[in-house]
């Protein structure tokens, strides 16, 4: 084998409303973790130098790109990933506004789109365009040119202020 | 075609794969995980062009954990070398490199840290060649032969007495134009796993066309068709960087070492290091009357198709195919060259040419009209190919004219009442202009498609394609055919993609041909089935098939009815049974549409307004007005989607992505020194005109729309920027320096 670091961190933390338990190096990244260690696959890895926001998850509520986060750190936090999301009954009218608004194409860049929206209308229930485009510049979205991905936010916003859905 | 009004065709559905994709569950070739699978790390060449004289690898092997190094001594009992059109390139490099990052040798290991620290173990010796990496110094005397020669391919046609026809006219225009190396940014890197299994291969892979791979792979490894396994899940975007084979002969290869299956991921910097879009150096020379009339043109262009062929004999073509433009002329030569260069190879990338062509075609007719006082509507309205024309002879006459569906696109702009808002006195050098450019290029690539469609018991069908789900939402396009020809609901369809083992064939995803050509192949196959059910529902209600109405999952006869589900359960005498349909689409397709090359001409329309500070040369794109004209929209919101994405592709190779090489160096090999377009480069106004005139040869009059938005970006800015300040750039990408090296060379000049 490689020279596998011998140290290890035991960390507690939450996962999508679960309490996981895991013995990690220093140098593993979250994405590493969650995505090896934990089988959610919805977080995606792609430019790996926090750029893109294909693997960001909600940490405490705020997105963070995984790729160059150390797992260690969401000690003792809560991390959200798309799977939480996406098994939360009140929170599918962001992912509904994202299917009703054609505001994904390959779906690489979706999970964490989705999230950073989250975070947003968490933040700002009725942000304006600029708001969005300020906000979500983190993510990248090469299929959609990102019209559609305004709306739906907008279209989400609308949902959560007026309670159409809940 | 069969209907006026559809039910389902036309309606801005759910895309079917949307909640796989909100919710995390889509699989990726990135989140395959086989049972024993190794992990594969490559070995990349630091230098762009040298001889291997050695490598060793026995420290690497030493290492526990590893199971298998490849290099291209190991290419033995197999075919060594790959490519759609020229089979040049080594699985692995035999003898040579040809450009940085080439991969030199492969590590299997137990774990991806094992593997990474074995590939660092691996001593390769070198003895370096002198680098060219652009068309120039390729060409240069003295450059190092790359391949034979660093001419890779050249084309060309020709009509009419050119040399004749320019000396009668009154005035000809030379330019000449020039595109850089960009790279697509599919999110997902090229990833695969592949597994040796003696007679039998299985790979996981991210390629938009697993039949060539699945052909490709059964050559290389001397096996049937039927030994081969492609599975194709959902791929995380394409846009031609995954088209034909890239990296699935080494991994097998790799697993055959291994004994084992192995996964190779790559990172974007790998990736960069495996296709990008052809460079181009073009001139266009117009030969014209005072009055606007085109008369003779004649193109010479030069495409960079770097360290190996990949599709460069496609791409080498196609530019001038389509550098003609949507004009008429009587007098037409026209010549290109592919050449090798010490460079990322470079492949298919959305329009294979066509930005290229355009940028110069274009740009070149307005500095004619600017010229010639005309104004640049006018002018290209003049001499625009009407429907049924002949644009590149012997070639598919034009669908449909083009000059209304220009119109359309001017009036969603407010052309003909635009006018710029006056500068603002205290920044009198923030200038506003717009531009436009129109182009048509030859889409749709083979047509050679299959499809199956299962019609179960209760009613429900599954439908077969070949075609791969890289985001343009064919599966959904796919499931609104048949729906449409079924007469059942949308939710009672299944759309199953991309398993060679499991749907039948299809030549490509790409070139804009699906909904084309797999469309008619799925129209066909469900209409084979509703004929099918039609014959059964006579049967049962002792009539005659053209007696029967089908609507909403039943046949109905005076008053009476039957479900398809109970004339399938009735056919079996049980519970179960299914009906088979099949659409086969050959160039022989009983519509009579698809005897042409191309399969269809792709319309291109934009329109910018701009905004440019003649004391910086930053240039704001206000606003872009694009067109997609998919003669019949299945599915208007996808159609919309594929525009606005293809046009915000383009706003990246035209403000500011570049690869950047510096003697074969690489220099900007990641996303944060390649930069493509976030949110903030949304222009304040980005619209998309849908021109649905139903002169298409697919399903309902429709064609393919994935390309178009991306071929006409770069000129209308570089218009758009012209009609501003005067100043016409020729080079791409319109960066700040470059924009205000151009104005301010134009001022010292005045």
Not at chain 1, 120 to 143: F, H, Q, V, W
Not at chain 2, 382 to 392: T, V, Y
Not at chain 2, 649 to 667: K, V
Request: net charge negative; charged share 25%; with cysteine.
């Amino acid at each position: 084998m490689a020279e596998a670091t011998e140290r290890r961190i035991k960390i507690a933390f939450e996962v999508n409303g679960g309490a996981v338990e895991q013995d990690v190096a220093p140098e593993v990244a979250l994405i590493d973790l969650l995505r090896d260690g934990l089988l959610l696959k919805g977080v995606k890895r792609s430019c790996d130098m926090q750029v893109c926001g294909a693997c960001t998850v909600l940490v405490d509520g705020a997105p963070v790109s995984s790729c160059t986060v150390p797992a260690f750190e969401v000690r003792g936090k809560r991390v959200l990933t798309i799977e939480g999301l996406a098994a939360d009954e009140a929170l599918t009218y962001i992912s509904d506004a994202f299917i009703d608004n054609a505001a994904l194409q390959c779906g690489f860049c979706t999970p964490g789109m989705v999230l950073a929206a989250k975070s947003l209308l968490d933040a700002n229930p009725s942000p304006t365009e600029a708001d969005i485009k300020d906000y979500m510049r983190g993510n990248i979205c090469r299929c959609t040119g990102y019209k559609k991905i305004v709306e739906a936010i907008q279209e989400a916003g609308r949902i959560a202020r007026d309670g159409a859905r809940s | 075609m069969t209907q006026q009004t559809y039910t389902t065709v036309g309606q801005p559905v759910r895309r079917i794969d949307g909640v796989d994709k909100v919710s995390g569950r889509a699989e990726f070739a990135v989140d395959v995980v086989v049972p024993g699978m190794a992990y594969g790390k490559l070995v990349p060449s630091p230098l762009p062009h040298a001889l291997i004289t050695s490598i060793d690898a026995s420290r690497a092997r030493a290492l526990p954990g590893v199971y298998a190094v490849l290099t291209g001594a190991e290419l033995v009992n197999m075919e060594t070398h790959y490519g759609s059109d020229k089979k040049d390139r080594p699985i692995v490099a035999m003898g040579k490199v040809r450009f940085q990052g080439e991969p030199v040798a492969a590590v299997a290991a137990v774990d991806l840290q094992t593997a990474e620290a074995a590939a660092e173990l691996i001593e390769v010796e070198y003895e370096e060649l002198s680098a060219a990496s652009d068309i120039a110094s390729a060409l240069a005397d003295g450059a190092v032969p790359i391949h034979d020669s660093n001419w890779c391919h050249e084309y060309g046609y020709e009509w009419g007495d050119v040399d004749e026809a320019f000396k009668g006219c009154d005035r000809i225009y030379e330019d000449t134009f020039t595109f850089p190396m960009v790279y697509h940014y599919a999110m997902e890197p090229h990833s695969c796993v592949a597994s040796f299994e003696g007679d039998r291969l299985r790979v996981w892979t991210s390629a938009q066309h697993p039949f060539l791979v699945r052909a490709e792979l059964a050559r290389i490894f001397r096996l049937q068709l039927d030994e081969v396994q492609v599975i194709v899940p959902y791929v995380g975007g394409g846009y031609g960087s995954k088209s034909y084979t890239k990296i699935e002969p080494l991994v097998m290869a790799l697993s055959r070492e291994a004994g084992r299956p192995v996964r190779l991921a790559q990172s974007v910097e790998e990736s960069m290091k495996t296709v990008r879009r052809h460079a181009a150096k073009a001139t266009v020379r117009t030969g014209v009357m005072n009055d606007g009339t085109f008369v003779a043109r004649e193109c010479l262009s030069y495409v960079d198709t770097g360290g190996y062929t990949d599709n460069g004999v496609r791409v080498t073509e196609r530019i001038s195919d389509r550098i003609v433009g949507p004009y008429m002329f009587d007098h037409v030569r026209v010549k290109s060259y592919g050449i090798y260069t010490n460079s990322t190879p470079a492949g298919s990338y959305r329009s294979i040419g066509g930005p290229q062509a355009s940028w110069a075609c274009e740009s070149a007719t307005d500095i004619i009209a600017a010229d010639l006082g005309i104004d640049p509507i006018a002018l290209r309205l003049k001499n625009l190919a009407k429907k049924g024309d002949e644009l590149r002879r012997g070639k598919r006459p034009l669908e449909g004219d083009l000059a209304p569906k220009l119109r359309l696109v001017l009036d969603e702009f407010g052309w003909d009442s635009y006018l710029p808002v006056a500068p603002d006195p205290a920044h009198p050098n923030i200038k506003r202009g717009i531009g436009f450019a129109a182009s048509v290029t030859n889409s749709g690539a083979s047509p050679t498609s299959t499809s199956l469609v299962r019609f179960h018991a209760d009613g429900s069908a599954t439908v077969y394609i070949g075609t791969t789900e890289i985001g343009q939402g064919s599966r959904s396009a796919m499931a609104q055919v048949a729906a449409e020809e079924l007469r059942i609901p949308l939710e009672s369809i299944k759309v199953i993609g991309s398993d060679t083992d499991v749907v039948p064939y299809d030549r490509s995803t790409g070139s804009s041909r699906s909904t084309t050509l797999m469309g008619l192949a799925v129209h066909d196959a469900a209409v084979d089935v509703r004929e099918q059910l039609m014959q059964l529902a006579a049967g049962h209600f002792e009539t005659f098939a053209d007696q029967l109405e089908a609507s909403a999952g039943q046949v109905s006869f005076k008053g009476e009815s039957i479900t398809f589900g109970g004339l399938v359960r009735e056919m079996f005498g049980g519970s179960g049974g299914e009906l088979m349909g099949r659409g086969y689409v050959t160039s022989n397709h009983a519509s009579g549409m698809l005897h042409d090359d191309p399969v269809f001409w792709e319309v291109s329309i934009g329109a910018a307004e701009v905004e440019v500070d003649e004391d910086t040369g930053a240039v704001r794109l206000l606003r872009y007005v694009s067109a997609a004209d998919p003669g019949k929209a299945i599915n208007p919101k996808q159609v919309e989607g594929q525009d606005e994405g293809a046009a915000m592709q383009a706003i990246g190779h035209t403000m500011f992505e570049e690869m950047l090489f510096e003697d074969g160096q690489f220099l900007n090999p990641n996303l944060v020194d390649y930069r493509v377009p976030t949110f903030m480069d949304l222009p304040d106004e980005f619209e998309t005109v849908l021109i649905e005139f139903g002169d298409g040869p697919g399903p309902y009059g429709s064609k393919g729309v994935g390309e178009g938005g991306i071929v006409a970006v770069a000129p209308a800015i570089a218009n758009a920027i012209f009609n501003a300040t005067g100043v016409r750039v020729r080079d791409l990408p319109l960066t700040p320096e470059r924009v205000w090296r151009a104005i301010d060379a134009a001022r010292r000049g005045s």
